[in-house]
């Protein structure tokens, strides 16, 4: 048998192909994308917001006061929050309180905070049978979170 030096021969008797130049280029080209897009994603991941953890909605005698819950007291700077009568509707209340806020407010809204947990007045709304809450955090980056929506009767 005559000695190819592009063939590799195991001990059982099998004969390997010597990768080519070419195939190696490729295949270090493919390792080189595959570890960009893995480091892309962790970056996306370590900018993800957290949503908020918990809501409901009180309504006393005609005044409605949205909790929430926080996933802790220093990341965000914005908390947005829409009522509507349908889904992905602001119609009944919609308004984007700045972080810590108290003063400043429109007429009616009002804004307080024990540790993290936020009570957000949101006036005299008149609630329909069933409303759709949307809730969603921003960060400082201004990244916003996934919303925490809910129906609510």
């Given at each position: 048998m005559k000695h190819n030096p592009h063939h590799l021969t195991a001990t059982t008797g099998c004969r390997l192909t010597k990768p080519t130049n070419g195939f190696l280029k490729i295949l270090i080209v493919q390792f080189l994308v595959l570890m960009c897009c893995i480091s892309f994603s962790e970056t996306i991941e370590a900018q993800t917001v957290a949503p908020p953890l918990d809501s409901y909605v009180s309504n006393t005698s005609g005044t409605v006061t949205v909790f929430v819950a926080l996933p802790d007291s220093t990341t965000s700077t914005?908390?947005?929050?829409?009522?509507?009568?349908?889904?992905?509707s602001g119609d009944l209340f919609s308004h984007t309180y700045a972080f810590d806020q108290a003063?400043?407010?429109?007429?009616?809204?009002?804004?307080?905070?024990?540790?993290?947990?936020?009570?957000?007045?949101?006036?005299?709304i008149t609630l329909t049978d069933a409303?759709?809450?949307?809730?969603?955090?921003?960060?400082?980056?201004?990244?916003?979170?996934a919303y925490y929506d809910y129906i609510a009767n």
């Open positions: 914005e908390i947005e929050v829409a009522i509507g009568s349908e889904n992905n003063t400043g407010l429109p007429s009616g809204l009002s804004y307080s905070r024990e540790g993290t947990h936020l009570y957000l007045g949101a006036g005299a409303y759709n809450v949307k809730i969603r955090l921003k960060d400082s980056g201004g990244n916003w979170s």
